[in-house]
């Protein structure tokens, strides 16, 4: 357990550990203003609550399922630390640990300025992994026992996403076919809430913990210890950092994320909405406690498209189902090779 007094001395005495930590916190900031709000897009869609008090909502539940959820299960820390090898030199493994979080922040701001859909989880993963192999050498780097579950985690949060989301379209609609539609609506908003912010509370241990690894392996590298058993635990102090950076992020932006991924992909009802919701939860609870890493936007972006399917094929916009594909294309090759070649930048410089 790392005490939080020796954190700030390696703070103090290694600026590489310092750089880490500041853009690591940003990239946790951004993560919350513009990922975070996912979990509430369809409950300000249907007007089961106002666009500030969900934004709220969801800061409040990233933070606190951050911390929670990690207390029980930090699978999906775990499985980003034990992902790629850094190998046995502290120092240049730190310089790599660096050029990845600056390939992740670089890809993130091109991708925003050339119009690059992106997925900041699979950006992390890509990055981390280009880094450890300009740093090897070889594809050595790469534990694949566990990078093949971003694969699983990716077919989990498309499939599961959208099949969860199409049934529970059909198995409430038959349910509710003959109930008064008023208190229909009424319940099926307060059930929005709920799913809303239990949403929030997976995508706050998800996001977090990913984020959390990259702190565990920058301070075990900085203190010269190997990272090879993937053998760590999480302290508090760590969790609350995350967690306040996260809810910051999210309580400072988020309505424009709102309005595209819950208005503008397809039109729904309350009932819509909280199926939607209900699929996008129970996906990323599966993939959380698996160790699974997932994307929160494309778990709960499938799941409205599911939603839509069900009621009218006709009626998504499948161009962002696309767009959802040339994130896959192009994240993973494209960050994974500016992590690559800014590690073997730096490497040279430092």
């Known amino acids: 357990m790392f005490e939080f007094s020796v954190f700030l001395g390696g703070l103090a005495s290694n600026p590489m550990l310092l750089l880490i930590a500041i853009l690591n916190i940003g990239v946790i900031i951004v993560n919350g203003a513009t990922d975070a709000p996912n979990a509430i897009a369809t409950a300000v869609s249907t007007r089961a609550m106002r666009s500030r008090s969900a934004i709220i909502m969801a800061a ?22 034990s992902m790629v090898d850094f190998g046995g030199d502290s120092h240049k493994a730190l310089i790599a640990l660096m050029a990845a979080m600056v390939a992740i922040i670089v890809w993130g701001v091109a991708a925003w300025r050339f119009g690059i859909p992106t997925s900041q989880s699979h950006s992390l993963i890509a990055g981390l992994t280009g880094a450890a192999i300009a740093l090897i ?40 076919a003959n109930a008064n539609r008023q208190n229909a609506n009424a319940f099926f908003r307060w059930a929005q809430v709920f799913t809303g912010a239990g949403v929030a509370l997976m995508h706050g241990a998800q996001d977090g913990q990913k984020f959390m690894s990259i702190f565990m392996l920058a301070i075990m590298m900085a203190a010269g210890m190997g990272t090879e058993s993937g053998s760590f635990e999480l302290p508090m102090w760590l969790m609350l950092i995350c967690a306040l950076s996260m809810g910051v992020g999210t309580a400072v932006g988020g309505e424009k994320i709102i309005k595209n991924v819950g208005m503008d992909m397809v039109k729904l009802e309350t009932f819509q909405g909280f199926a939607a919701s209900f699929s996008t939860l129970i996906s990323l609870v599966i993939a959380t406690f698996g160790g699974l890493p997932v994307s929160t936007t494309h778990t709960n972006t499938t799941a409205i498209m599911g939603v839509g399917a069900a009621k009218n094929p006709k ?5 962002i189902a696309i767009d959802m594909v040339k994130t896959w294309i192009l994240t993973f090759p494209g960050c994974g090779l500016l992590g690559f070649l800014c590690a073997k930048l730096f490497l040279i410089v430092f």
Not at 315 to 319: A, E, L, N, P, Y
């Open 60 to 81: 409040i539940c990233n933070f606190v399922g951050l911390v929670v959820i990690t207390m029980i299960s930090s699978a999906i820390a775990h499985t980003i630390f």
């Open 315 to 319: 009626s998504v916009k499948w161009s």
């Open 137 to 176: 050498g070889s594809f050595d780097a790469i534990n694949w026992n566990e990078w093949i579950k971003v694969i699983y985690g990716i077919l989990l949060s498309t499939l599961m996403g959208f099949g969860l989301a199409w049934i529970f379209y059909q198995v409430i609609k038959r349910l509710f």
